[in-house]
């Protein structure tokens, strides 16, 4: 039969224990940001616990050991008590807690170089970049801790400059802001989203960087395409390049391009279409001779920015079609379904909208809730509204 454990093990924690411990909630970015940013989360106190009677009688010599190793401590602040043991002749003074009263108390006592390093690097980070990023520093260190303190600097003084819209349709390594090298946003992209979703709501994310900016795009882009009738196409989807989209089959007569992925589950069969999926603002590829002869439909977001996709889609191929994006179907479902739009596109209604289409966009700027998603209206209304739009045609 196995001999049980020693009472005292589940009792007692040493400096080390504890130490692993406070390593790993280092890596939990949530503990990381409140330990570093909030003063409420100091002092930090962990209990170490004391030998049960059973150990302070039969394992002394375990409890002594453990009484030095806490005595020999010099990081923090070690909570002593007086505890009386029936086996005993007099009070023995046991540790109880070990208190961290601040954030380099708790790297120090990790004892662990690597993230003393870290810890090191992180302050310089913060220090150097506007207050509204830290936290972001902090959660995704991975993205600052392998540059230089004056390269993230410079990225957060980039990121408080840019706005949507500001490339004005200039190539991203042709903006001249804070005296950028021509590679900087290249290098430094992933960070600089993060900074501008942490301005804009996520939206930098949402559009991609180039849409966001406006920016010219000479990339051969990766789209999703699904076809909507089996045997249409040799899969059911795929990604492939802009610059592939040409090879379509004669067969395929009808492309629907829809502004999220995330709508994927709710389009429904329909003979000859093929779906084009996420492409945001980057809709230049539109005006390509192969879309000319074949009928084309829009279906993204109604807010401001869905509309401005259209009308972004209308200006490289003017018959482009409008699916469930006016003002009565937003009417519709707005009273259940509407949120706020985090970061309205421009107060000009951009060309390439109808006049009613303008109307609708003006309109959305005009309300506290001026946005509804595309992915949550009833999949039953969104089949009937296609399946509308692709049996008017007559070609």
């Known amino acids: 039969m196995c001999s049980p454990a020693p009472d005292s093990a589940a009792k007692m924690k040493s400096p080390n224990e504890l130490a692993a411990k406070l390593a790993k909630q280092w890596q939990s970015a949530d503990v990381r940001v409140a330990r570093l940013l909030q003063a409420y989360s100091w002092p930090l106190s962990l209990p170490i616990g004391k030998p049960s009677a059973r150990a302070f009688t039969d394992e002394t010599e375990l409890v002594r050991q453990h009484v030095q190793r806490w005595r020999e401590l010099q990081v923090g602040k070690v909570v002593w008590q007086d505890v009386v043991y029936r086996a005993g002749r007099a009070p023995v003074e046991l540790p109880l807690s070990w208190e961290l009263r601040t954030p380099s108390e708790w790297v120090a006592a990790t004892g662990d170089t690597e993230i003393q390093a870290e810890y090191g690097v992180l302050g310089q980070m913060v220090q150097a970049v506007d207050p509204r990023f830290h936290a972001l520093i902090l959660r995704q260190r991975r993205l600052a801790v392998d540059r230089a303190v004056g390269e993230v600097a410079k990225a957060s003084e ?15 390594r042709a ?29 930098a994310s949402e559009l991609g960087l180039e849409s966001f900016l406006n920016a010219a795009d000479d990339s051969d882009h990766w ?6 009738a089996s045997g249409l196409l040799p899969f059911r989807q795929q990604r492939v390049r802009v610059s592939e989209l040409s090879l ?5 007569r009808h492309i629907l391009i829809v502004e999220n992925e995330r709508c994927l589950h709710q389009l429904p069969e329909l003979a000859d279409t093929v779906a084009i999926l996420g492409a945001g603002l980057n809709l230049g590829w539109m005006q390509a001779e192969w879309l000319a002869h074949r009928r084309v439909a829009y279906w993204g977001d109604m807010d401001t920015w869905g509309l401005t996709m259209l009308a972004r889609a209308r200006q490289a191929l003017s018959g482009v079609a409008a699916v469930q994006m006016d003002r009565a179907c937003f009417d519709q479902y707005a009273a259940a379904l509407a949120v706020a739009e985090p970061v309205p596109a421009s107060a000009e209604t951009p060309n390439g909208l109808t006049v009613a289409e303008g109307s609708f966009y003006q309109y959305l700027h005009g309300q506290e809730r001026g946005r509804l998603e595309q992915e949550f209206l009833p999949p039953e209304a969104v089949a009937a509204a296609l399946r509308a739009w692709h049996g008017g045609w007559q070609g």
């Open 158 to 172: 980039v990121a408080l400059a840019l706005t949507p819209g500001f490339a004005g349709g200039r190539p991203l």
């Open 175 to 203: 903006l001249t802001v804070c005296n950028i090298d021509s590679k900087f946003i290249e290098r430094n992209r992933a960070l600089l989203i993060q900074m501008l979703d942490v301005r804009f709501d996520g939206l």
């Open 223 to 228: 789209l999703l395409l699904v076809p909507l």
């Open 248 to 252: 379509f089959p004669e067969a395929v």
